[in-house]
């Protein structure tokens, strides 16, 4: 079993920047599979960036490249979301999900809140 918790949604105006973070504990490694996925309200969850896990290769969503960073700390099994130039559509729930292909679907978060204002 995998638990994941994530932190560091809020308010931030446009053009601002916010940091998540996203710690995984329990049976994890360093070659799972760490990402986000974003909800807005009345749409559907889709999917942010991911990162691998020793080669640490990135995979971002074209709307948040240039702007978002994912990155990890395998020795903490935390991966990070560096939000930069935030714009309103950005605001939703953020998910993060640990995946480590033994299992049928990944393990997810509780979500954190990001909400940008215009």
């Known amino acids: 079993q995998v638990q994941v918790v994530e932190s560091g949604g809020g308010l931030v105006e446009a053009g601002g920047s916010l940091r998540l973070s996203c710690a995984a504990s329990?049976?994890?490694?360093?070659?799972?599979?760490m990402g986000w996925f974003r909800q807005a309200p009345g749409k559907e969850r889709e999917f942010v960036a991911s990162i691998t896990g020793s080669a640490g290769t990135t995979y971002y969503a074209d709307f948040v490249k240039g702007r978002f960073t994912i990155s990890r700390d395998n020795a903490n099994n935390t991966a990070y979301l560096q939000m930069n130039s935030l714009k309103p559509e950005d605001t939703g729930v953020y998910y993060c999900?640990?995946?480590?292909?033994?299992?049928?679907?990944?393990?997810w978060g509780q979500g954190t809140q990001v909400t940008v204002s215009s």
């Open positions: 999900y640990a995946y480590n292909g033994a299992t049928p679907s990944p393990y």
């Open positions: 329990g049976r994890t490694s360093n070659s799972d599979v």
